[in-house]
């Protein structure tokens, strides 16, 4: 996926600079700002990503949380699929703490197996 992001970034024209390595190890390692963090990983896992994403993230950046539906198991407790409970659980637990944050307002987008969008509250004032 590396190569095809890579080389999807350099047709466009895009000067990304892509972190291929494993996202814990990557994350304790970083010390510069984002302005775009994507979250596709372990689902028991999510909390961790997140709140180092957070430490990270630019005041305007964003956070996406991909498949955070999963298969519409988080909404749905009648098609619940028994090896998934643990699952199931992490992620609702996840999507309440991400939800809660009163520094982020975060969105749930039903689309596909769901995404999350998460980003700093601006004070209006």
């Known amino acids: 996926m590396y190569e095809i992001a890579k080389s999807n970034f350099k047709k466009y024209g895009k ?39 957070i430490s990270l993230l630019n005041k305007n950046g964003i956070i996406v949380c991909d498949n955070i539906l999963f298969r519409g198991e988080i909404a749905n407790d009648n098609i619940v699929d028994k090896r998934d409970i643990t699952i199931v659980k992490n992620l609702r637990k996840f999507l309440s703490y991400i939800t809660d944050l009163d520094e982020y307002i975060t969105s749930i987008i039903p689309i596909g197996d769901g995404i999350s969008l998460s980003t700093r509250r601006i004070d209006e004032r």
């Open 15 to 53: 000067d990304i600079n892509i972190i291929n390595m494993d996202a814990k190890k990557a994350l304790n390692n970083i010390n510069q700002g984002f302005d775009f963090v994507f979250i596709d990983a372990n689902k028991s896992q999510y909390k961790y990503y997140f709140d180092k994403s």
